[in-house]
Protein backbone atom coordinates (compact mmCIF):
# COMPACT_ATOMS: atom_id res chain seq x y z
CA UNK A 1 0.00 0.00 0.00
CA UNK A 2 1.21 3.49 -0.80
CA UNK A 3 2.50 5.43 2.33
CA UNK A 4 1.26 8.69 3.47
CA UNK A 5 4.36 10.84 2.05
CA UNK A 6 3.76 8.96 -1.21
CA UNK A 7 0.50 10.18 -1.30
CA UNK A 8 2.06 13.60 -0.57
CA UNK A 9 4.44 13.48 -2.66
CA UNK A 10 1.85 12.41 -5.47
CA UNK A 11 -0.19 15.02 -5.02
CA UNK A 12 2.53 17.62 -5.33
CA UNK A 13 3.75 15.57 -8.97
CA UNK A 14 0.12 15.75 -9.95
CA UNK A 15 -0.04 19.65 -9.27
CA UNK A 16 2.65 20.35 -11.50
CA UNK A 17 1.63 17.95 -14.02
CA UNK A 18 -1.81 19.60 -14.24
CA UNK A 19 -0.20 22.98 -14.85
CA UNK A 20 1.88 21.37 -17.30
CA UNK A 21 -1.43 20.10 -18.75
CA UNK A 22 -3.51 23.33 -18.97
CA UNK A 23 -0.64 24.91 -20.53
CA UNK A 24 -0.71 22.40 -23.61
CA UNK A 25 -4.38 23.06 -23.67
CA UNK A 26 -3.64 26.98 -24.02
CA UNK A 27 -1.48 25.86 -26.74
CA UNK A 28 -3.93 24.21 -28.67
CA UNK A 29 -6.06 26.85 -28.42
CA UNK A 30 -3.46 29.54 -29.76
CA UNK A 31 -0.98 26.98 -32.30
CA UNK A 32 0.23 30.60 -34.23
CA UNK A 33 1.53 32.09 -30.41
CA UNK A 34 2.70 28.05 -29.84
CA UNK A 35 4.88 27.62 -32.87
CA UNK A 36 6.01 31.30 -32.92
CA UNK A 37 7.39 29.88 -29.15
CA UNK A 38 8.72 26.96 -30.43
CA UNK A 39 10.79 28.57 -33.05
CA UNK A 40 12.29 30.82 -30.98
CA UNK A 41 13.57 27.97 -28.79
CA UNK A 42 14.63 26.33 -31.38
CA UNK A 43 16.55 28.95 -32.90
CA UNK A 44 17.75 29.78 -29.16
CA UNK A 45 19.58 26.03 -29.30
CA UNK A 46 20.74 26.39 -33.32
CA UNK A 47 21.83 30.55 -32.93
CA UNK A 48 25.62 31.19 -33.57
CA UNK A 49 25.94 27.79 -35.04
CA UNK A 50 27.61 27.37 -38.40
CA UNK A 51 24.63 25.80 -39.75
CA UNK A 52 22.72 29.15 -38.68
CA UNK A 53 25.25 31.18 -39.92
CA UNK A 54 24.98 29.42 -43.47
CA UNK A 55 21.03 29.36 -43.61
CA UNK A 56 20.93 33.01 -42.24
CA UNK A 57 19.26 31.89 -39.35
CA UNK A 58 19.71 35.30 -37.43
CA UNK A 59 17.29 37.40 -39.52
CA UNK A 60 14.49 34.46 -39.31
CA UNK A 61 11.76 35.34 -37.02
CA UNK A 62 8.31 33.99 -37.50
CA UNK A 63 7.52 30.21 -38.86
CA UNK A 64 6.67 31.11 -41.87
CA UNK A 65 9.67 32.50 -42.76
CA UNK A 66 11.99 29.46 -42.06
CA UNK A 67 10.91 27.83 -45.56
CA UNK A 68 13.23 30.73 -46.87
CA UNK A 69 16.20 30.29 -45.04
CA UNK A 70 16.57 26.17 -44.79
CA UNK A 71 15.50 23.53 -47.96
CA UNK A 72 13.57 20.96 -46.10
CA UNK A 73 16.35 17.87 -45.69
CA UNK A 74 16.85 14.33 -45.06
CA UNK A 75 19.11 12.87 -42.32
CA UNK A 76 21.63 12.35 -45.16
CA UNK A 77 21.35 16.04 -45.88
CA UNK A 78 22.02 17.20 -42.65
CA UNK A 79 24.56 14.25 -41.80
CA UNK A 80 27.97 16.46 -41.96
CA UNK A 81 26.43 18.84 -39.49
CA UNK A 82 25.78 15.75 -37.37
CA UNK A 83 28.69 14.22 -37.88
CA UNK A 84 30.86 17.12 -36.66
CA UNK A 85 28.81 17.56 -33.61
CA UNK A 86 29.47 13.71 -32.63
CA UNK A 87 33.02 14.09 -33.36
CA UNK A 88 32.98 17.06 -30.52
CA UNK A 89 32.82 19.73 -33.02
CA UNK A 90 29.12 21.13 -31.30
CA UNK A 91 29.18 23.97 -32.81
CA UNK A 92 28.30 23.02 -36.37
CA UNK A 93 25.06 22.76 -35.65
CA UNK A 94 24.71 24.05 -32.06
CA UNK A 95 24.84 27.08 -30.04
CA UNK A 96 28.66 27.77 -28.59
CA UNK A 97 26.97 27.23 -24.77
CA UNK A 98 24.84 24.33 -26.04
CA UNK A 99 25.91 20.67 -25.24
CA UNK A 100 24.50 17.47 -25.85
CA UNK A 101 23.68 15.93 -22.89
CA UNK A 102 23.29 12.56 -24.75
CA UNK A 103 23.12 11.27 -28.36
CA UNK A 104 19.58 9.72 -29.17
CA UNK A 105 20.01 6.18 -31.45
CA UNK A 106 17.44 6.38 -34.25
CA UNK A 107 16.03 3.13 -35.66
CA UNK A 108 16.32 4.28 -39.12
CA UNK A 109 17.57 1.29 -42.19
CA UNK A 110 20.79 3.46 -43.31
CA UNK A 111 24.12 2.40 -43.31
CA UNK A 112 25.39 4.75 -40.83
CA UNK A 113 23.76 4.74 -37.53
CA UNK A 114 21.95 7.89 -36.80
CA UNK A 115 22.60 9.93 -33.64
CA UNK A 116 20.60 12.50 -33.15
CA UNK A 117 21.93 14.86 -30.66
CA UNK A 118 19.98 15.23 -27.31
CA UNK A 119 20.26 18.73 -25.38
CA UNK A 120 18.49 19.95 -22.29
CA UNK A 121 16.18 21.98 -23.94
CA UNK A 122 15.35 18.81 -25.47
CA UNK A 123 14.88 16.72 -22.39
CA UNK A 124 12.37 19.68 -21.55
CA UNK A 125 10.56 19.06 -24.13
CA UNK A 126 10.42 15.18 -24.10
CA UNK A 127 9.47 15.31 -20.73
CA UNK A 128 7.27 17.80 -20.79
CA UNK A 129 4.84 15.59 -23.47
CA UNK A 130 5.13 12.64 -21.45
CA UNK A 131 3.70 14.35 -18.32
CA UNK A 132 0.74 15.56 -20.42
CA UNK A 133 0.23 12.42 -21.72
CA UNK A 134 0.57 10.31 -17.89
CA UNK A 135 -1.75 12.79 -16.66
CA UNK A 136 -3.89 12.57 -19.47
CA UNK A 137 -4.19 8.49 -19.07
CA UNK A 138 -4.43 8.64 -15.20
CA UNK A 139 -7.06 10.82 -15.51
CA UNK A 140 -8.84 8.15 -17.41
CA UNK A 141 -7.83 5.41 -15.75
CA UNK A 142 -7.77 6.44 -11.94
CA UNK A 143 -7.41 3.15 -9.96
CA UNK A 144 -3.76 3.16 -11.70
CA UNK A 145 -3.17 5.81 -9.89
CA UNK A 146 -0.14 5.08 -7.31
CA UNK A 147 0.48 1.24 -8.33
CA UNK A 148 3.41 -0.26 -9.97
CA UNK A 149 4.10 0.31 -13.56
CA UNK A 150 5.64 -2.02 -16.01
CA UNK A 151 7.90 -0.01 -18.07
CA UNK A 152 10.52 -1.29 -21.13
CA UNK A 153 12.72 1.21 -21.70
CA UNK A 154 16.52 0.98 -23.62
CA UNK A 155 19.98 1.61 -22.59
CA UNK A 156 21.19 5.40 -22.72
CA UNK A 157 24.67 4.66 -23.06
CA UNK A 158 24.90 1.57 -25.24
CA UNK A 159 27.44 3.38 -26.85
CA UNK A 160 29.83 6.62 -26.28
CA UNK A 161 30.56 9.51 -28.94
CA UNK A 162 34.76 9.81 -29.70
CA UNK A 163 34.35 12.90 -26.56
CA UNK A 164 32.60 10.19 -24.17
CA UNK A 165 29.18 11.37 -24.37
CA UNK A 166 27.03 8.35 -23.93
CA UNK A 167 24.42 7.47 -27.58
CA UNK A 168 21.55 4.82 -26.99
CA UNK A 169 17.63 5.02 -26.18
CA UNK A 170 16.65 8.68 -24.51
CA UNK A 171 13.57 6.48 -22.89
CA UNK A 172 16.99 4.77 -20.38
CA UNK A 173 17.97 8.61 -19.81
CA UNK A 174 14.23 9.83 -18.71
CA UNK A 175 13.73 6.68 -16.77
CA UNK A 176 16.98 7.27 -14.78
CA UNK A 177 16.41 11.07 -14.54
CA UNK A 178 12.47 10.77 -13.97
CA UNK A 179 11.13 11.97 -10.49
CA UNK A 180 11.43 10.04 -7.48
CA UNK A 181 8.16 9.65 -6.87
CA UNK A 182 7.07 7.73 -10.19
CA UNK A 183 10.86 5.63 -10.17
CA UNK A 184 9.43 4.22 -6.41
CA UNK A 185 6.35 2.51 -8.76
CA UNK A 186 8.23 1.13 -11.83
CA UNK A 187 8.91 -2.43 -11.07
CA UNK A 188 12.31 -2.48 -12.91
CA UNK A 189 15.68 -0.86 -12.18
CA UNK A 190 18.08 1.27 -14.56
CA UNK A 191 20.80 -2.07 -14.23
CA UNK A 192 18.50 -4.09 -16.25
CA UNK A 193 18.80 -2.06 -19.25
CA UNK A 194 22.19 -3.36 -19.05
CA UNK A 195 21.21 -6.72 -19.78
CA UNK A 196 22.36 -6.90 -23.40
CA UNK A 197 20.51 -10.63 -24.24
CA UNK A 198 16.87 -9.51 -24.98
CA UNK A 199 15.05 -13.10 -23.23
CA UNK A 200 17.27 -12.72 -20.26
CA UNK A 201 16.42 -8.66 -20.01
CA UNK A 202 12.43 -9.39 -20.87
CA UNK A 203 12.47 -12.72 -18.13
CA UNK A 204 13.99 -10.06 -15.56
CA UNK A 205 11.85 -7.18 -15.65
CA UNK A 206 8.91 -9.67 -15.51
CA UNK A 207 10.75 -11.23 -12.43
CA UNK A 208 10.80 -7.79 -10.85
CA UNK A 209 7.49 -7.19 -11.73
CA UNK A 210 5.47 -10.48 -10.58
CA UNK A 211 5.25 -10.06 -7.66
CA UNK A 212 4.51 -6.56 -7.88
CA UNK A 213 0.85 -4.68 -7.69
CA UNK A 214 1.26 -3.48 -11.62
CA UNK A 215 -1.74 -1.76 -13.21
CA UNK A 216 -0.38 -1.07 -16.36
CA UNK A 217 2.38 -1.50 -18.68
CA UNK A 218 4.21 0.66 -21.48
CA UNK A 219 6.49 0.23 -23.79
CA UNK A 220 6.62 1.72 -27.51
CA UNK A 221 6.34 -1.34 -29.02
CA UNK A 222 3.50 -3.84 -28.90
CA UNK A 223 5.49 -6.72 -30.02
CA UNK A 224 7.56 -6.17 -26.72
CA UNK A 225 4.51 -6.56 -24.77
CA UNK A 226 4.03 -9.81 -26.40
CA UNK A 227 7.47 -10.76 -26.39
CA UNK A 228 7.54 -10.29 -22.41
CA UNK A 229 4.18 -12.23 -21.85
CA UNK A 230 5.76 -15.24 -23.42
CA UNK A 231 9.17 -15.13 -22.09
CA UNK A 232 7.53 -15.31 -18.44
CA UNK A 233 5.41 -18.44 -19.63
CA UNK A 234 8.85 -20.00 -21.62
CA UNK A 235 9.91 -19.47 -18.32
CA UNK A 236 7.23 -19.66 -15.45
CA UNK A 237 9.62 -22.46 -14.11
CA UNK A 238 12.40 -20.67 -13.29
CA UNK A 239 10.18 -17.73 -12.85
CA UNK A 240 8.06 -19.29 -9.84
CA UNK A 241 11.09 -21.04 -8.29
CA UNK A 242 12.88 -17.19 -8.55
CA UNK A 243 9.42 -15.71 -6.77
CA UNK A 244 10.30 -18.65 -3.57
CA UNK A 245 13.94 -18.08 -3.14
CA UNK A 246 13.56 -14.29 -4.14
CA UNK A 247 16.24 -14.99 -6.74
CA UNK A 248 17.08 -14.22 -10.03
CA UNK A 249 18.05 -17.32 -12.44
CA UNK A 250 21.98 -17.20 -13.09
CA UNK A 251 21.49 -19.30 -16.54
CA UNK A 252 19.85 -15.79 -17.54
CA UNK A 253 21.88 -13.28 -16.23
CA UNK A 254 25.37 -14.54 -14.92
CA UNK A 255 26.80 -11.72 -14.41
CA UNK A 256 27.20 -11.93 -10.51
CA UNK A 257 27.39 -7.85 -9.71
CA UNK A 258 24.70 -7.21 -11.85
CA UNK A 259 22.32 -9.85 -10.99
CA UNK A 260 23.37 -8.78 -7.05
CA UNK A 261 22.23 -5.25 -8.16
CA UNK A 262 18.70 -6.66 -9.29
CA UNK A 263 18.36 -8.80 -6.41
CA UNK A 264 18.68 -6.19 -3.41
CA UNK A 265 15.25 -5.08 -3.97
CA UNK A 266 13.73 -8.74 -4.16
CA UNK A 267 12.38 -10.89 -1.39
CA UNK A 268 11.16 -14.35 -0.74
CA UNK A 269 7.42 -14.35 -1.33
CA UNK A 270 6.08 -18.53 -1.07
CA UNK A 271 2.68 -17.37 -1.06
CA UNK A 272 2.81 -15.29 -4.39
CA UNK A 273 5.14 -18.54 -5.98
CA UNK A 274 2.74 -20.69 -4.88
CA UNK A 275 -0.23 -18.38 -6.17
CA UNK A 276 1.58 -18.30 -9.25
CA UNK A 277 1.86 -22.47 -9.33
CA UNK A 278 -1.42 -22.50 -9.10
CA UNK A 279 -2.61 -19.99 -12.37
CA UNK A 280 -0.33 -22.12 -14.34
CA UNK A 281 -2.40 -25.40 -13.59
CA UNK A 282 -5.55 -23.40 -13.64
CA UNK A 283 -5.08 -21.81 -17.59
CA UNK A 284 -2.42 -23.82 -18.96
CA UNK A 285 0.00 -21.23 -19.16
CA UNK A 286 1.16 -17.92 -17.13
CA UNK A 287 -0.19 -14.95 -18.77
CA UNK A 288 -0.19 -11.34 -17.15
CA UNK A 289 -3.99 -10.93 -17.15
CA UNK A 290 -4.27 -13.60 -14.58
CA UNK A 291 -1.88 -12.60 -12.26
CA UNK A 292 -1.78 -8.78 -12.49
CA UNK A 293 -5.16 -6.76 -12.38
CA UNK A 294 -4.29 -4.62 -14.66
CA UNK A 295 -6.45 -1.31 -16.12
CA UNK A 296 -5.03 -1.09 -19.26
CA UNK A 297 -1.57 -1.13 -21.32
CA UNK A 298 0.34 1.42 -23.80
CA UNK A 299 2.06 0.91 -26.86
CA UNK A 300 1.84 2.00 -30.07
CA UNK A 301 -1.30 0.93 -31.97
CA UNK A 302 -1.01 3.16 -35.20
CA UNK A 303 -0.03 1.71 -39.13
CA UNK A 304 1.21 -2.12 -39.23
CA UNK A 305 1.74 -2.13 -35.90
CA UNK A 306 -1.73 -2.58 -34.79
CA UNK A 307 -1.59 -6.18 -36.27
CA UNK A 308 -0.08 -6.89 -33.21
CA UNK A 309 -3.30 -6.18 -30.90
CA UNK A 310 -5.07 -9.34 -30.53
CA UNK A 311 -2.09 -10.79 -29.47
CA UNK A 312 -1.74 -8.51 -26.89
CA UNK A 313 -5.05 -8.77 -25.78
CA UNK A 314 -4.85 -12.77 -25.55
CA UNK A 315 -1.77 -12.47 -23.23
CA UNK A 316 -3.00 -9.46 -21.53
CA UNK A 317 -6.30 -9.76 -21.39
CA UNK A 318 -9.11 -7.10 -22.70
CA UNK A 319 -8.01 -4.11 -21.24
CA UNK A 320 -8.05 -0.35 -22.83
CA UNK A 321 -5.19 0.17 -25.17
CA UNK A 322 -3.80 3.63 -25.13
CA UNK A 323 -1.52 4.23 -27.91
CA UNK A 324 1.27 6.43 -26.90
CA UNK A 325 1.89 8.67 -29.29
CA UNK A 326 3.97 8.52 -32.70
CA UNK A 327 7.31 8.78 -31.17
CA UNK A 328 11.10 8.96 -32.55
CA UNK A 329 14.45 9.85 -31.41
CA UNK A 330 14.45 12.99 -33.38
CA UNK A 331 10.93 14.24 -31.18
CA UNK A 332 7.77 13.68 -30.02
CA UNK A 333 5.00 14.27 -32.55
CA UNK A 334 1.31 13.54 -31.15
CA UNK A 335 -0.33 12.98 -27.56
CA UNK A 336 -3.32 10.85 -27.40
CA UNK A 337 -6.39 11.67 -25.77
CA UNK A 338 -7.99 8.50 -25.62
CA UNK A 339 -8.18 4.52 -25.37
CA UNK A 340 -8.58 2.20 -28.58
CA UNK A 341 -7.67 4.98 -30.88
CA UNK A 342 -4.34 5.31 -33.00
CA UNK A 343 -4.81 9.02 -32.87
CA UNK A 344 -2.90 11.93 -31.24
CA UNK A 345 -3.36 15.71 -31.25
CA UNK A 346 -0.25 17.20 -32.64
CA UNK A 347 2.15 18.48 -30.12
CA UNK A 348 2.44 21.82 -31.02
CA UNK A 349 4.90 22.88 -28.25
CA UNK A 350 7.68 20.44 -29.37
CA UNK A 351 8.59 22.14 -32.32
CA UNK A 352 7.74 23.60 -35.26
CA UNK A 353 5.90 21.35 -37.72
CA UNK A 354 5.26 21.10 -41.31
CA UNK A 355 3.52 18.44 -43.71
CA UNK A 356 4.44 17.78 -46.91
CA UNK A 357 1.48 16.74 -49.12
CA UNK A 358 1.93 13.19 -49.82
CA UNK A 359 1.81 13.41 -53.82
CA UNK A 360 4.08 16.08 -53.93
CA UNK A 361 6.56 14.12 -51.42
CA UNK A 362 8.86 12.64 -53.51
CA UNK A 363 9.53 16.14 -55.63
CA UNK A 364 13.04 17.82 -54.65
CA UNK A 365 10.95 21.43 -54.40
CA UNK A 366 7.79 19.84 -52.32
CA UNK A 367 6.56 22.23 -50.55
CA UNK A 368 5.19 22.14 -47.34
CA UNK A 369 2.22 23.78 -45.13
CA UNK A 370 1.61 24.38 -41.62
CA UNK A 371 -0.38 22.87 -38.53
CA UNK A 372 -3.20 24.87 -39.54
CA UNK A 373 -3.41 24.50 -43.18
CA UNK A 374 -3.66 20.62 -43.12
CA UNK A 375 -6.88 19.49 -44.32
CA UNK A 376 -9.17 16.73 -42.62
CA UNK A 377 -8.73 13.21 -44.70
CA UNK A 378 -5.71 13.94 -46.42
CA UNK A 379 -1.90 12.87 -45.68
CA UNK A 380 0.93 13.85 -45.04
CA UNK A 381 4.68 13.70 -44.41
CA UNK A 382 5.84 15.09 -41.20
CA UNK A 383 9.03 17.84 -41.13
CA UNK A 384 10.03 19.06 -38.04
CA UNK A 385 12.56 21.93 -36.33
CA UNK A 386 13.02 21.25 -33.04
CA UNK A 387 15.73 21.76 -29.91
CA UNK A 388 18.06 19.12 -31.18
CA UNK A 389 19.03 21.66 -33.56
CA UNK A 390 17.84 19.47 -36.93
CA UNK A 391 15.64 22.48 -38.74
CA UNK A 392 13.15 21.50 -41.53
CA UNK A 393 14.13 17.96 -41.06
CA UNK A 394 11.76 15.32 -42.52
CA UNK A 395 10.72 13.08 -40.03
CA UNK A 396 9.37 11.07 -43.10
CA UNK A 397 6.37 9.40 -41.01
CA UNK A 398 3.12 9.34 -43.21
CA UNK A 399 -0.06 10.72 -41.18
CA UNK A 400 -3.60 11.06 -41.94
CA UNK A 401 -5.72 14.23 -40.49
CA UNK A 402 -8.58 12.75 -38.72
CA UNK A 403 -10.02 16.07 -36.84
CA UNK A 404 -8.57 18.60 -34.47
CA UNK A 405 -8.80 19.67 -31.15
CA UNK A 406 -9.22 23.16 -30.91
CA UNK A 407 -6.98 24.70 -33.76
CA UNK A 408 -4.49 21.62 -33.56
CA UNK A 409 -5.32 18.59 -35.75
CA UNK A 410 -5.53 15.12 -34.65
CA UNK A 411 -2.88 13.09 -36.55
CA UNK A 412 -2.99 9.02 -37.30
CA UNK A 413 0.38 7.32 -38.10
CA UNK A 414 -0.27 5.11 -41.34
CA UNK A 415 3.82 3.72 -42.36
CA UNK A 416 6.87 5.14 -42.49
CA UNK A 417 7.53 7.22 -45.85
CA UNK A 418 9.74 4.84 -48.65
CA UNK A 419 7.95 1.98 -47.35
CA UNK A 420 6.06 1.31 -50.63
CA UNK A 421 6.24 -1.28 -52.62
CA UNK A 422 6.05 -0.74 -56.41
CA UNK A 423 7.08 -3.80 -59.18
CA UNK A 424 4.39 -2.56 -61.33
CA UNK A 425 3.31 0.73 -60.66
CA UNK A 426 1.02 -0.49 -57.38
CA UNK A 427 2.66 2.03 -54.87
CA UNK A 428 1.70 -0.61 -52.25
CA UNK A 429 2.02 0.76 -48.79
CA UNK A 430 2.78 -1.27 -45.68
CA UNK A 431 -0.48 -0.01 -43.62
CA UNK A 432 -2.49 -1.25 -47.07
CA UNK A 433 -0.47 -5.09 -46.16
CA UNK A 434 -1.38 -5.33 -42.77
CA UNK A 435 -5.07 -4.46 -42.81
CA UNK A 436 -5.08 -7.06 -45.97
CA UNK A 437 -3.77 -9.92 -43.38
CA UNK A 438 -5.81 -8.84 -41.18
CA UNK A 439 -9.21 -8.87 -43.08
CA UNK A 440 -7.91 -12.48 -44.99
CA UNK A 441 -7.42 -14.11 -41.46
CA UNK A 442 -11.06 -12.86 -40.28
CA UNK A 443 -12.84 -14.14 -43.56
CA UNK A 444 -10.58 -17.52 -43.12
CA UNK A 445 -11.98 -17.34 -39.29
CA UNK A 446 -8.46 -17.78 -37.83
CA UNK A 447 -6.06 -15.74 -35.57
CA UNK A 448 -4.16 -12.74 -36.95
CA UNK A 449 -0.85 -13.63 -38.00
CA UNK A 450 2.26 -12.61 -38.14
CA UNK A 451 4.18 -12.37 -42.09
CA UNK A 452 6.36 -10.35 -44.03
CA UNK A 453 5.34 -9.14 -47.51
CA UNK A 454 7.90 -8.85 -49.91
CA UNK A 455 7.77 -8.26 -53.97
CA UNK A 456 9.52 -11.12 -55.95
CA UNK A 457 10.64 -10.73 -59.30
CA UNK A 458 9.65 -13.33 -62.14
CA UNK A 459 7.37 -12.89 -65.27
CA UNK A 460 5.61 -11.06 -64.37
CA UNK A 461 6.25 -10.23 -60.76
CA UNK A 462 4.31 -10.79 -57.66
CA UNK A 463 4.61 -11.24 -54.15
CA UNK A 464 5.34 -13.53 -51.34
CA UNK A 465 3.80 -13.81 -48.26
CA UNK A 466 6.44 -15.24 -45.49
CA UNK A 467 4.51 -16.53 -42.60
CA UNK A 468 4.55 -18.92 -39.59
CA UNK A 469 2.66 -22.55 -40.36
CA UNK A 470 -0.01 -23.46 -40.85
CA UNK A 471 -0.72 -21.74 -43.94
CA UNK A 472 -1.70 -22.87 -47.41
CA UNK A 473 -2.70 -21.40 -51.10
CA UNK A 474 -6.25 -20.22 -49.42
CA UNK A 475 -4.54 -17.85 -46.89
CA UNK A 476 -2.32 -16.53 -50.47
CA UNK A 477 -5.69 -16.35 -52.45
CA UNK A 478 -7.34 -14.49 -49.71
CA UNK A 479 -4.87 -12.18 -48.63
CA UNK A 480 -4.41 -11.49 -52.45
CA UNK A 481 -7.98 -10.42 -52.55
CA UNK A 482 -8.16 -8.37 -50.00
CA UNK A 483 -4.97 -6.68 -51.31
CA UNK A 484 -6.39 -5.77 -54.37
CA UNK A 485 -9.60 -4.20 -52.03
CA UNK A 486 -7.37 -2.03 -50.61
CA UNK A 487 -4.90 -0.97 -53.67
CA UNK A 488 -6.99 -0.33 -56.78
CA UNK A 489 -3.82 -0.11 -58.66
CA UNK A 490 -2.77 -3.67 -56.95
CA UNK A 491 -5.72 -4.53 -58.18
CA UNK A 492 -5.36 -3.29 -61.78
CA UNK A 493 -2.10 -4.74 -62.17
CA UNK A 494 -3.77 -8.17 -61.26
CA UNK A 495 -6.36 -7.98 -63.20
CA UNK A 496 -4.34 -6.96 -66.61
CA UNK A 497 -1.36 -9.92 -65.60
CA UNK A 498 1.25 -7.12 -64.83
CA UNK A 499 1.70 -8.82 -61.40
CA UNK A 500 1.21 -12.56 -60.93
CA UNK A 501 -0.89 -14.14 -58.29
CA UNK A 502 0.08 -13.90 -54.48
CA UNK A 503 2.41 -17.05 -53.46
CA UNK A 504 3.00 -18.35 -49.52
CA UNK A 505 5.93 -19.59 -48.16
CA UNK A 506 5.47 -20.78 -44.51
CA UNK A 507 7.99 -21.74 -41.67
CA UNK A 508 8.64 -23.25 -39.04
CA UNK A 509 8.27 -21.58 -35.57
CA UNK A 510 12.52 -22.09 -35.92
CA UNK A 511 12.41 -20.57 -38.84
CA UNK A 512 10.32 -17.64 -38.62
CA UNK A 513 12.49 -16.70 -35.17
CA UNK A 514 15.70 -16.77 -37.13
CA UNK A 515 14.22 -14.70 -39.67
CA UNK A 516 12.83 -12.27 -36.90
CA UNK A 517 16.33 -11.84 -35.54
CA UNK A 518 17.95 -11.64 -38.94
CA UNK A 519 15.33 -8.42 -39.20
CA UNK A 520 16.53 -7.24 -35.88
CA UNK A 521 19.85 -7.24 -36.95
CA UNK A 522 19.78 -4.82 -39.60
CA UNK A 523 18.13 -2.10 -37.07
CA UNK A 524 20.16 0.86 -35.98
CA UNK A 525 18.96 2.09 -32.63
CA UNK A 526 17.57 0.95 -29.32
CA UNK A 527 15.14 -2.32 -29.50
CA UNK A 528 12.31 -0.60 -27.51
CA UNK A 529 11.55 1.89 -30.71
CA UNK A 530 12.11 -1.01 -33.37
CA UNK A 531 9.46 -1.82 -36.16
CA UNK A 532 9.73 -5.13 -37.69
CA UNK A 533 9.28 -4.20 -41.65
CA UNK A 534 5.94 -6.02 -42.30
CA UNK A 535 6.52 -5.02 -45.81
CA UNK A 536 9.64 -5.08 -47.67
CA UNK A 537 10.35 -3.10 -50.61
CA UNK A 538 13.11 -4.31 -52.89
CA UNK A 539 12.50 -7.44 -54.76
CA UNK A 540 16.17 -8.92 -54.00
CA UNK A 541 15.05 -8.60 -50.47
CA UNK A 542 13.26 -11.76 -49.50
CA UNK A 543 15.43 -14.11 -50.98
CA UNK A 544 18.40 -12.24 -48.95
CA UNK A 545 16.19 -12.31 -45.95
CA UNK A 546 15.38 -15.86 -45.76
CA UNK A 547 19.00 -17.03 -47.06
CA UNK A 548 20.34 -14.27 -43.59
CA UNK A 549 17.78 -16.98 -41.63
CA UNK A 550 18.88 -20.26 -42.95
CA UNK A 551 15.89 -20.61 -44.77
CA UNK A 552 16.33 -22.96 -48.05
CA UNK A 553 14.65 -20.78 -50.95
CA UNK A 554 13.40 -22.81 -54.18
CA UNK A 555 13.87 -20.85 -57.44
CA UNK A 556 10.15 -19.54 -57.10
CA UNK A 557 8.03 -20.05 -53.98
CA UNK A 558 5.12 -22.52 -54.28
Known amino acids: MPTLLEHMLARVAAWHARRVAARFGAALADVAAAQQLALRRTLAVVGGSDFARTH ?78 GLRMLSDHPSAFLRAIL ?25 RSQKRIVRRFYVGSPEIARIDDATARYYT ?155 SAAQPTAEAVGPREVETGQEYVVALSNTTGLIRYRLDDVVRVRGWVAQAPLLEFLYRWGRVASVAGEKLTENQAATAVQVAAARLGVAPFEFVLAPWWSEPPFYILTCPEPADARTGAAVDDALAEQNEEYASRRKSLRLGRLRVMPVSAAEWAAMVAALEQRRRGPAEQFKRPQLLTDPGEAAELLESAGIRVAARPA
Not at 74 to 92: F, I, M, N
Not at 103 to 132: C, L, M
Not at 154 to 170: N, Y
Open 151 to 175: QSSGRHDSEHSPTGVPCGAITGLLA
Open 205 to 359: LMRCGVGRDVAFAITANPATLVRLARVADEHSEALIRDVHDGTLDSSLVSDPTLRAAITARLRPAPARAAELERLRRAHGRLRPRDYWRLVFVACWTGGSLGHYLPAVADWWGPVPVRDVGLLASEGRVTIPLDDGEPVGVLDVTAGVWEFIPVA
Open 56 to 133: GLASVRTPEELPRAVPLGTYADRAPYLRRVWAGDTTALLHPRQSPVMFASSSGTTAEPKRIPVTPAFVADYRRGWNVF
